[in-house]
Structure formats: structure tokens, C-alpha cells
């Protein structure tokens, strides 16, 4: 039986292949923009230098002060700049910190913005921003926020280092987790899902053995449209909201920290979404990584690639998992299984030592 659901995807386009930062030039024309802000920061900036000749001086400002997690203050020069220069379109072009300050102006400017990813993260595919002020981290949706038109180029991610490469290969990984048991997930998006996941354990292992095998490079970052495709039109649980509570309250690294948690997380819910645990191991096992349960699959893979698999190694302290699990609680996260203290304190303590999370009873 099909269940009810509704479909909801914001309109985004997508140009997808090795070598399509060439196309950036026409994508830029085709949205109309004349006076363009690049957003790009750290290696990235230096990754982008093809922009400047092909846009030939359609590129007025330059914003490289990217910072994680886009503190308020980044956010408020990144949108003067623009309106200084009277801006009419975003080219973002990095990671999710650079995706991130594109949104927050667009955010306060109502911008469109052409997104060129080279990470796993997936926010170029999402409506949802992000800003920090202090220790305290606001997300929200809104439909500006969402670029117009998204470039992956696989070539583009060829440089990302192996131990950045598998981390923020989980991180995308969490998004198709998380989707395939939202409760309101439609069938199309679960599909979508699981073929995210059956991507990323296909490709990540041999990203890591050969940074520079571009076939791998092209399956991984399809992996992350599907798994940003995912996270922009699925609800997501408890997972995502320890991810949230942790890297605000701790400032732990965003894709390390997630990947982390999620072999813990998806423990947590296992007898609690059959039907998503099923596809992730199908998809898992359609990859080469088989296991007896979903959680261990994840583990596994992560195992082989060389991503974190405990908190501890990524620099929270155990003093912390107290409160911390009191602030998941607090945020009442929708979730398969019943979010309680005691549940998501063994969470955080399995997921800060890194044991291998237990076998389901399959
Ligand atoms: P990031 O953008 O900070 O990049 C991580 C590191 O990789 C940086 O040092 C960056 O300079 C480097 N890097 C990126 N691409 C590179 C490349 N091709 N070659 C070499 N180095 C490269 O981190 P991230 O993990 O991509 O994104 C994390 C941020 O994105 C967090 O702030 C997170 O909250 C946000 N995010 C938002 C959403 C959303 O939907 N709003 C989704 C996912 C992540």
C-alpha cells in the first residue's frame, strides 16, 4: 500500500559533469547577472580564479572572509559589500561555509544565487540558512535562500583531501539516513535516498584509496545532490538535532562531528524504522559493504574510509554528554523511536566513545 504523502520540490536547476565550471558563463547569463559578488574563501578562492577570465569583468566584488557556521557579523559585511556594489546575482563557490554566506545575503537581500559546491555538505541544494551569534546556532527555511542553479563538477572536488573527502562524505550520508525515516517521506524521495546512499558507499572508499579518480569523484558528488536533494524536501530527527545542539554549543567540526554521531544515531532508531534500515542496507550491501545491520553497515563504511566514528576524536569532552543530552531533549526532535534522557545520553556516550554500535535483532 502507498501511504499519503505530499511532494514538495522547489524548483533548483541542476548542471551536473566533469568539466561544467565551463558552464558556469551561460548559467551566469541565463539568470541575467551583469554585476556579480563571488563568495569564496580559504583553497577555494584560489579554485575559482577560472571565474574571473570567463566572466570577464562581470565580477564586482569578492567576499573571501568565509567562516563556518556564518557568524552574524561575517553575514552583515558580506551583504554591505553587495549592496555597495550594487550586486543583482551570488556566485557561491566552496564548501557549505561558503554556500552558507551566499544565503545569508540572500537572505537579508533577496539575491538570487548560482551555487558551484565542492564538498559533500549539500546546502545548495536547501532552503535552509544558518547564522551563529555567541554559542548560539538559528536555522530556519526560506524560499530565497535556495540558489537558482546549481554547477557540480566533479573536477572541482578532486583536491579535496581524503580525510576532509570521507567526512563530508557522512555528512551527506546523514541527510539520506535521516530522509529515508522521515515520517512524511514521499516514495519518489525515498528512492532518491536510498540511491544516495548506495552512491556514496560505492564511491567514497575508492575516493579515499585515489583522491584524484574522477570517476569516484563524479559518482560521490552525485551521491551529495541526491543527499542535499534530500535533505531540502524531508523533515530530518534526532540525529540532525544532536549535530545542531553539538557544533553550537561546542563548536565541534561541522562534517567530522556528523559522521561521528551517525552510525550511534541510526543504532538509536533501528528497530524503530524497519523499512529505512532494510534500504540502507540493501543499498549498502549493493555496494560492497554488508553487514548485519544498518548502524554497523555505516560503521563499517566509515571504518574503511577512515571517517570519525567516535566524538571524542573530534574534540568533545565527556563532561559535556550531560548537557548536551538535556539540550537535544529540550529541542524535542521528531524522530522515529521516543527521544528521551536516558535514550539519548547511551546515544551520546556510545557515539563519544565509538564502540560499534549493537546488532539489531534481524
Ligand atoms: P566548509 O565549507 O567549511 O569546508 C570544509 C573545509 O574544506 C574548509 O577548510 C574549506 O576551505 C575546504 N574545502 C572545501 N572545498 C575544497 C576543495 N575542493 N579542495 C580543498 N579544500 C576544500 O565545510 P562543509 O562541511 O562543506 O560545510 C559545513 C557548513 O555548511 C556548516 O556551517 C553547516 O552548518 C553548513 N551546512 C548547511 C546546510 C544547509 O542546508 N543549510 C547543509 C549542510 C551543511
Not at 130 to 145: A, F, I, M, N, S
Not at 332 to 353: I, S
Request: charged share 20%.
Amino acid at each position: 500500500m502507498i501511504d499519503s504523502f505530499v511532494h514538495d520540490v522547489p524548483a533548483c536547476r541542476v548542471v551536473f559533469g566533469a568539466g561544467s565550471l565551463d558552464q558556469v558563463e551561460s548559467e551566469v547569463a541565463r539568470l541575467g547577472g551583469e554585476r556579480v559578488m563571488l563568495v569564496a574563501g580559504g583553497p577555494e578562492a584560489a579554485l575559482a580564479q577560472p571565474l574571473e577570465r570567463m566572466l570577464d569583468g562581470k565580477i564586482v566584488a569578492r567576499f573571501a572572509d568565509v567562516t563556518m557556521h556564518v557568524p552574524v557579523d561575517v553575514a552583515s559585511a558580506a551583504e554591505v559589500l553587495a549592496r555597495a556594489n550594487d550586486v543583482d546575482l551570488l556566485l557561491s563557490f566552496g564548501g557549505g561555509s561558503a554556500t552558507g554566506t551566499a544565503k545569508a545575503v540572500a537572505l537579508g537581500t533577496g539575491l538570487p544565487i548560482l551555487a558551484v559546491p565542492t564538498t559533500y555538505a549539500g546546502s545548495e541544494m536547501t532552503s535552509i540558512w544558518g547564522l551563529t551569534e555567541g554559542q548560539r546556532k538559528t536555522t530556519g527555511r526560506d524560499p530565497r535562500v535556495l540558489p537558482k542553479t546549481v554547477v557540480y563538477d566533479p573536477e572541482l572536488t578532486v583536491g579535496l583531501p581524503a580525510d576532509l573527502s570521507a567526512a563530508s562524505g557522512m555528512n551527506a550520508m546523514a541527510h539520506l539516513v535521516e530522509a529515508l525515516y522521515d515520517p512524511a517521506v514521499s516514495p519518489v524521495s525515498f528512492l532518491q535516498a536510498e540511491e544516495g546512499v548506495r552512491a556514496l558507499a560505492s564511491a567514497l572508499p575508492r575516493v579515499v584509496a585515489d583522491p584524484g579518480d574522477l570517476s569516484a569523484r563524479g559518482e560521490a558528488l552525485y551521491g551529495a545532490w541526491l543527499a542535499g536533494w534530500a535533505l531540502g524536501t524531508t523533515g530530518m530527527g534526532v540525529h540532525h538535532k544532536i549535530c545542531h545542539v553539538l557544533g553550537g554549543a561546542y563548536n565541534l567540526p561541522h562534517a567530522p562531528m556528523h559522521s561521528a554521531v551517525l552510525s550511534h544515531a541510526t543504532a538509536f532508531n533501528e528497530d524503530h524504522a524497519p523499512r529505512a534500515m532494510e534500504a540502507i542496507r540493501r543499498a549498502l550491501g549493493s555496494a560492497g559493504i554488508d553487514a548485519p545491520s544498518a548502524a554497523a553497515g555505516i560503521y563499517n563504511l566509515e571504518t574503511i574510509i577512515g571517517a570519525p566514528t567516535a566524538l571524542a576524536e573530534v574534540g568533545m569532552n565527556r563532561e559535556d554528554l550531560d548537557e548536551a543530552a538535556r539540550l537535544v531533549v529540550e529541542a524535542r526532535p521528531t524522530n522515529p523511536r521516543p527521544v528521551d534522557m536516558d535514550g539519548v545520553r547511551a546515544l551520546l556516550l556510545a557515539a563519544y566513545e565509538g564502540t560499534l554500535p549493537r546488532v539489531a535483532a534481524v
